[in-house]
C-alpha cells in the first residue's frame, strides 16, 4: 500500500472566500503524486539514470468540501490502471482527524517519457512489475 501523503494548509494558499484555493488542491495532489511514483521507484534516481520520467496529460478533479487555514490534510493514492507506456492514479484528499471523508478525488493520466526524444516509451519491464504489483495489492486490499 502506498503511504499517505500529508501536509499542512499555509496561509498564501486560502482565497479570498476563506478556504483553499482550487489550484492548492492540484498541488497536493501533485505532491502526494511525486511520493507515490517515487515508491514505485520513479524519483530523481530514476530520472537521473534511465533518462526517463512521468509526465501527467491528464487530470480530473472534484472538490467534494471546502478545506480551511491550518487544516491538516492527507492524502491517499492507488493505482487504477497500468498500460504499456501509461498509469491512471486515484487519490483521495480528507482533512485528517476528521470523519475521512474525502474533500475532494483526483484521476491522473500520466505517460512515461523519454526525456532525450521527449516521446512516450513503453515502461522497463521492472517498472511495469512494480506498477502492476501495486495495482493487484491496491485491488486485492480493497472490501467489495
Known sequence: ?????????????????????VAYYVLLFDHALDDALAWFGLGGAYRRDEGCSV????????????VLLDAGVVVRSRMLEVGDRR??????????????????????LCVHVDL?????????????????AGLENETSNRSP
Do not use: K
Open 55 to 66: 509526465f501527467v496529460a491528464e487530470h480530473h478533479v472534484v472538490y467534494d468540501r471546502e
Open 1 to 21: 500500500m502506498i503511504p499517505p501523503y500529508q501536509a499542512t494548509v499555509l496561509s498564501d494558499w486560502i482565497d479570498y472566500n476563506g478556504h483553499l484555493n
Open 87 to 108: 498509469l491512471v492514479a486515484f487519490q483521495e484528499m480528507a482533512v485528517a482527524g476528521s470523519d475521512a471523508r474525502p474533500v475532494a478525488t483526483c484521476e491522473t
Open 116 to 132: 532525450g526524444r521527449r516521446r512516450s516509451v513503453p515502461w522497463p519491464a521492472a517498472v511495469r512489475a512494480r506498477l502492476t
